[in-house]
C-alpha cells in the first residue's frame, strides 16, 4: 500500500484538476492520495468522485497556512469537518487576505518596473479557489518577464525578494487546536524546509504535541537523507506519525516533486487516522 499524502490540484496553485491529479494517481499505482489545497477545500469533491470512478483511497485535506511569529508553518489538516463554524471562518480569513495581497504585489511590481496587472493574475487563477504567489509567478511567465515560476521566485517573489508580500495567518498552536476541534488530525508539512527549520526544534514540537499535533512529514523532496534520519527518530520519540509525501504541484514545481515520490505506509495512516471524527 502506498499512498502519497500531500498533492496540490488547480484549485489552489497545482496545475491539474482534481480529477486528473487522481486519476495520474491511479495509473502510477498508488493506492491512496491526500488531496491538500492550500487553504480551501473547494477540490475535494471532485476528488472524492474521481477516487470512487478509478478506484483509489482520496483523504480530504487542507494545507494551511500558520505562522510562529515572522516564521511561516504549513500545517496539513487531514479529515476535518469542512463545514466546522470556526474552520470555515479562518479558511475565509485567509483566502481573502490571500486576493487583497495579490494587489500588493502587482503595486510592488509596478513600483520596480514590471508591467503587470492584477487581472493578468487572476486570469492564471481561473480554476482556483485560493490565489497566491504561484499565479503572480504565472502571468510573469505569461508577460514574458521570466522563463519558469522558479525563476518568477528567485528573482521577485521569494521570502526576503523584493515583491515578496507577507500574507495573514493563523498562529500555528491555534491552528492545531481548531483542526482537532473539527475532528481532524494535524501534520506540520515539510519542517526543516526553508524557514521553518530553526523553529522546528524536538523541544518546540513537543510543546506542539501538548497542543493535538498528530505527525510529521519526514519524508518531503525538500528534506535530505539525514534531515530525513534526524525527523524520522524525533517523531518516533515523540509518538508522532512519520509520513511521507510528494507535495506535488503538477507543472507548477520540477520533477523533484513529481506525485509518488515519497509515500507513506497503511501501517503510518491508520495511525494518522485513527482519532479523526466522523466526517
Ligand atoms: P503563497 O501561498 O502565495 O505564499 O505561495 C507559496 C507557494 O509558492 C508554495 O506553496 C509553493 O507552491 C510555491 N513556491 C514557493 N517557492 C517556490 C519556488 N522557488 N518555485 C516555485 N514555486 C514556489
Ligand atoms: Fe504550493
Ligand atoms: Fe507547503
Ligand atoms: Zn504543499
Known sequence: MRADLHTHSNR????????????KAKELGLDAIALTD?????????AVEAGAEFGLRVIRGIEMSTGVGDTSVHLLAYEVDPDHPGLVAELE??????????????????ELGVALSVEEVFAQAESAASIGRPHVA???????????RAEAFKTWLATGRPADVRKYRIELREAIRLVK???????????WARDSKKLMTEEFL??????????L??????HDEAARAELAAIADRLG??????????GTGKTEKFSLGVNTTSAESLTKLLETCGPF
Open 240 to 249: 508522532l506519525v512519520a509520513t511521507g509525501s510528494s507535495d506535488y504541484h
Open 181 to 191: 476541534d473539527a475532528g481532524g488530525v494535524a501534520v506540520i508539512a515539510h519542517p
Open 138 to 148: 504565472d502571468a510573469l511567465v505569461a508577460a514574458g518577464h521570466v522563463k519558469d
Open 206 to 215: 513537543s510543546e506542539l504535541v501538548a497542543d493535538g499535533l498528530r505527525g
Open 38 to 46: 492550500h487553504d480551501v477545500t473547494a477540490g475535494w469533491a471532485e
Open 12 to 23: 489552489s496553485d497545482g496545475t491539474d484538476s482534481p480529477r486528473t491529479l487522481v486519476q
Open 93 to 110: 480569513k485567509v483566502v481573502t487576505a490571500r486576493e487583497g495581497r495579490i494587489h500588493a504585489i502587482v503595486a510592488k511590481l509596478n
Open 217 to 222: 512529514e519526514v519524508d518531503h523532496p525538500d
